[in-house]
Structures are given as C-alpha cells and as structure tokens.
C-alpha cells in the first residue's frame, strides 16, 4: 500500500465528512494467512455503529500488526459522540452477552479511546456530557474495557418521569466479564415532602449499582429514608418535571427502591 494514499468518506448531498490515510504492506503468506504492517490515521472520522444508536466524530492513529488475525492498537481521540440508545435496551443485552462462535478469527484489540468533552448519553434514562478514558481490550475473542467517564454537573437523570439534576457522578468500566459498568452517581431534584405540602425540598440520591442492575438509594446523612424517596417519587408526577417517557432502566431503578413496577 502506498504511503499517504488517502480516502474521503461522502455523505448524503455529497459533503465530505472525514479522511483516513493508510500505510504500509500487507504480505499473503498462504490462503486466508496474512502478516499486517499498517498505520492508520483518521482525521474528523465518522461513527456509526449500525446494531445500536451510536454516533461521532473521531481522530485516531491506530497499527495493524501480526499474522492472521493481528493485533489493533493505538489511540481514538473522540471529537464528538452521541450515545442514544436506552440503558437495558434487548440490543445491548445481547450484545453484553454475546458469544464468540470462531475466536481465532477476530482481530486483537489493545488501544485507547479518550474524550476531553462532547461525549454525550442522551436516551430515556440521561441527558448528561462526559469526559474520560478507557483502555479497550480484545483477546481471544473476549473484550475488556476498563476505565472512568466523568459526568460534567447540569446533566439530566429521569427516575418515574421525573427530571433529577446531575451533581456529579461517574461511569466506571471495571466488569472483565462483560461490558456492564458500575454507576456512581449523586442526583438531585426538588420534590415534595408530603402530597399536601405547599414547599418543594432539595432531595439527592445516589445511584450505584451497573447498568444491568441499577440501585437508587439515599446518600450518607440524607433525612430521607429510602421508604419516603419512594412515596415522593411515585405519588406525586408534577407535570413540569416529567419527560413522559419511561425504560427498563428506570423499571429496575425504582424496583431498588421497593416500587412494585411489574
């Protein structure tokens, strides 16, 4: 392959969206056995990943290096990214348990994928910007991801149709068996104490747990018990603060709380 050889990438209207640049050489050692030496460098790169509501602008410099099947490495710098599709969707769930029918035929993965900002959650259960690295692994067919996305505070969290503001938080990749990570979150949203009650008080949660299996709870020191967050939550739907929609997320979120939402 010769070096610098470039490609552009059209999108509907003929608008040019993106570059990548290869290099270096591919040698055929026998039938479907191939020993890789390649650099790729993507510049303002589209993503889209056709199974789920995933989407972007990506720099990379990634190498392809080894026999059949080589090893990915490198780094992806995330310019933008939108993530869409709903926590506990049947897309992910299948997708989180997966198996690998001929392992010897996926490529290794060892590289980096890093956003300063612009790495947004915008689905059912979030509205909320992230910044953060994670280090993806695959070896033998089975991929790893460890690492930490920070919420940026003025985020949004829906619980029962209601809107909580995000104080701080965090998505922590830790999980070796399957891309299920842990929450760390503290939200927060004005409710009322009592259905009779004419003043809104500031209440915060916390939500830990995965994103499997999700648990809202009252953070240290709180004056709320877990018992009367339910009541608030689900006796009183002030219509100001609901984004009319609901997931199997928030289902399993109130269902930690002691919500009979079956």
């Known amino acids: 392959i010769k070096r610098g050889i470039a490609f ?48 972007g602008l990506a720099d990379f410099d990634l190498k ?57 959650v915008k689905n059912t259960d979030m509205n909320a910007e992230f910044s953060g690295e994670v280090e993806v692994f695959r070896v033998d067919g089975q991929m790893v991801i460890y690492g930490i996305l920070d919420a940026f505070s003025g985020g949004r969290f829906y619980v029962a149709g209601r809107t909580f503001d995000i104080e701080k938080g965090q998505i922590i990749f830790e999980n070796v068996e399957k891309p299920d990570p842990t929450l760390d979150l503290l939200i927060s949203s004005r409710l009322y104490e009592a259905q009779e009650a004419s003043v809104t008080e500031k209440v915060e949660l916390t939500v830990t747990g ?25 006796l009183q739907s002030p219509s100001t603060t609901t984004n009319g929609k609901s997931s199997p997320f928030q289902e399993k979120v109130l269902g930690s709380l002691g919500a009979d939402v079956g």
């Open 8 to 55: 552009g990438f059209l999108f509907p209207k003929g608008k040019k969206k993106g570059s990548l640049a290869v290099s270096g050489q591919i040698q055929i050692q026998s039938f479907n056995n191939f020993l890789y030496d390649l650099t790729l460098t993507g510049r303002d790169f589209p993503i889209v990943y056709e199974y789920m509501e995933v989407s």
């Open 64 to 120: 392809i290096e080894g026999a059949t099947p080589p090893k990915v490495s490198g780094q992806i710098k995330l310019k933008q990214l939108d993530y869409e599709e709903p926590f506990g969707s049947p897309v992910t769930l299948a997708l989180a348990g997966q198996k690998v029918v001929d392992q010897s035929a996926q490529w290794d993965w060892d590289f980096t994928v890093a956003a300063a900002n612009n790495a947004w």
């Open 210 to 234: 995965t994103i499997s299996q999700p648990v809202i709870g009252t953070p240290s020191g709180s004056k709320y018990t877990q018992q009367e967050v339910l009541e608030m939550l689900v």
